[in-house]
């Protein structure tokens, strides 16, 4: 009875190791796929953002030299508004053209984030401003100024944004690679343990007791 009870004990090890180990690489494959799905937009999405701001801002000085043929809705306007969509997904997540953004919790990126999407309403109101007033607003008025450091302010932020993003998705690969030691070495206790557990398991006696 004691030898039944031992090999039925065993005989079931060898279907809970296997399948243990199949749940601990489909949760690590399923964690990683989806952090790395996050994660890479947060690549490139602060330079997205930068390209943005600066077309907008190349555009716009175009226009206020002189040039009619700029299209303020579409070429200005248009730049800044995606360039705080971009933001805005950022902090509380969404659909970006690199794919879905995680939202971003508490921290230095979220701080960053804040302040460049107030920068960034910001810019768009002295943008509006500076072009009612363009009859009067020549290089070194007030408005001009005042324009030119939100600008500059805006890119600050956003270089120090990407900064602080690297290290988040440092952190995230970091856990990754945690997660897959602790997985490798959670298998290799159990296939060890079965291993002892079937070199210890008694012959079958074929002989009449």
Not at 29 to 49: A, F, K, W
Not at 66 to 72: A, M, Q, V
Not at 129 to 148: K, N, P
């Amino acid at each position: 009875m004691n030898r039944l009870k031992r090999f039925q004990k065993f005989d079931l090890l060898i279907v809970a190791v296997p399948l243990l180990a199949i749940a601990a690489v489909l949760y690590s494959m399923g964690l990683m796929s989806n952090t790395m799905d996050q994660d890479q937009p947060l690549v490139g999405i602060t330079e997205n953002l930068k390209l943005k701001v600066a077309i907008a801002h190349l555009w716009f000085e175009e226009a206020i030299s002189g040039d009619e043929s700029i299209n303020l809705s579409t070429q200005v306007y248009a730049n800044i508004d995606e360039a705080l969509a971009l933001a805005n997904a950022m902090l509380d997540g969404g659909q970006t053209s690199g794919g879905m953004v995680r939202a971003i919790g508490e921290g230095a990126v979220r701080d960053h984030l804040l302040r460049l999407r107030q920068n960034l309403q910001a810019w768009r109101t002295l943008t509006d401003q500076r072009w009612r007033e363009r009859a009067t607003s020549t290089v070194g008025t007030e408005i001009d100024q005042a324009y030119d450091a939100m600008f500059e302010g805006i890119l600050r932020l956003a270089d120090a944004n990407d900064k602080a993003l690297d290290q988040i998705v440092a952190q995230d690969q970091a856990m990754l690679t945690r997660i897959n030691f602790a997985i490798i070495g959670l298998l290799l206790v159990l296939f060890a343990g079965m291993s002892v557990l079937g070199g210890a398991q008694p012959a079958c006696s074929t002989g009449a007791a």
